[in-house]
């Protein structure tokens, strides 16, 4: 019964990567004009939820230095995977799909599955409790999905490609709630260098990837207006760190 409970709360979440259908019924100039604004809110979820949520979840089960270590780790391993998927995709310094798509989806994926891994923890808690953290996750996902979907439109995927990949980034909860659900006595242990590396590839899509696009934009006001994105997904993150603690 348990295990039911965590497959459904995460396919439940996983479905929630849809929330970028919203964007397909825009037409294709508006969804032109507020990209820009999009991807500085996503830059803003992404560093807010390195930051608030999973910096400071990975202090409570490691020593600040491995925290810091694996985080530096993980903002590495970013770069190099950036490095390599520019090699691979780009030719003579033009990209049919930036690479900073397909990193942004790999640290989704990862975080989704960290995701799973607590919702099954949680649930294993007693039912009340795993009903609880999963409505906390739903809470910054749909935002973050939006986000999400944008920065692949903007990295050069088709609406419809980017809509099928993201659900298959966000499938990984339901890996990561399986899995969870089995090695229940080991989830600390297991998700613990986990969270420090996906914050470090965080950080780096965030400051490497995203603020430059931004500082792309010529126009002040569409530039300050996507600042006020950034600020605002930050706020979001913080918002939902004092109502889930």
Known sequence: MTLLWIIGSTVFIS????????ALALKEKV???????????????????????????????????????????GFS???????ILYWRHCHEGH??????????LFGDGLHNFIDGLVIA??????????????????????PQEIGDFAVLIYGGFSKGRALAYNLLSAAMAVAGGVIGYFLATNIAGFSAPILPITAGGFIYIAASDLIPEL???????????????????????WLMKQLTH
């Not at 479905?15 to 919203?22: F, M, P």
């Open 95 to 104: 990209c049919d799909i930036h690479a900073f798509s397909y990193l942004n």
């Open 215 to 237: 500082h792309k934009e010529k126009d002040a006001r569409k530039s300050n207006l996507a600042f006020g994105l950034f600020i605002l997904g930050l706020l979001f993150m």
């Open 15 to 22: 479905l929630l990567s849809l929330a970028g259908v919203i």
């Open 77 to 83: 391993l970013f770069f190099l995977l950036e490095r």
């Open 121 to 142: 923890g949680s649930f294993l808690g007693g039912i009340p409790l795993g009903i609880a953290t999963t409505i906390a996750v739903v809470s910054h996902e749909v």
């Open 31 to 73: 969804l032109q004009q507020i990209l820009l604004l999009l991807v500085g809110f996503s830059a803003g979820t992404l560093a807010g939820g390195a930051f608030l949520h999973l910096l400071p979840e990975s202090l409570e089960k490691l020593p600040g230095g491995e925290t810091f270590v694996y985080a530096l780790v």
